[in-house]
């Protein structure tokens, strides 16, 4: 006789992250309008329905990997101006915590597409409004000035002393 191990059941909060993971590479891959919420499922393992279920639509669900996206963005950046005992400048150490997000693969991709879709009414609002949720980290944080702030965006390490 075989005895097999319990089978324990993911919790629905662990659920949703793995959606939200499968989420974000398949929207870095194939942009918002490139992606039925069919192919998150299939990546993410369960079900069409289900993922309808907990997110309710796609653009939901898209905002949702949005806002996850600027969480893991903004706490790495917390994480690197709070590194009081480090040595390195605070802006190489912010603009090392930017380029390992290169690690979290999908996230800045997740984050490229929806400022892409600026003109959308929903999505585009959201973009912007995360944008600006970074950019005030950076000012009133991490006392970056306004021009310092416009150029780490698109400069990153290369704008760094």
């Not at 490139?34 to 393992?45: E, F, L, N």
């Not at 994480?79 to 005992?85: H, M, S």
């Not at 997000?101 to 800045?108: C, D, K, S």
């Amino acid at each position: 006789m075989t005895i097999s191990a319990p089978v324990t059941r993911m919790k629905s909060g662990e659920r949703r992250e793995l959606i939200l993971e499968a989420a974000t590479e398949v929207f870095a891959e194939t942009g918002y309008v490139g992606t039925t919420t069919a192919d998150i499922a299939r990546a993410a393992g369960v079900s069409q329905p289900y993922v309808v279920r907990l997110f309710g639509t796609k653009e939901q669900l898209f905002l949702d990997v949005i806002q996850r996206a600027l969480d893991v963005l903004l706490a790495a950046f917390r994480g690197a101006l709070d590194d009081a005992t480090s040595d390195v400048p605070l802006g190489k150490r912010m603009a090392l915590a930017y380029v390992n997000q290169l690690n979290q693969h999908g996230l800045l991709l997740s984050l490229m597409h929806a400022f892409v879709l600026g003109r959308d009414p929903v999505i585009g609002a959201a973009a912007r409004a995360g944008f600006m949720k970074v950019y005030r980290f950076l000012r009133d944080d991490a006392g970056f000035d306004p021009s310092r702030c416009r150029t780490f965006w698109p400069q990153g390490c290369s704008s760094t002393p």
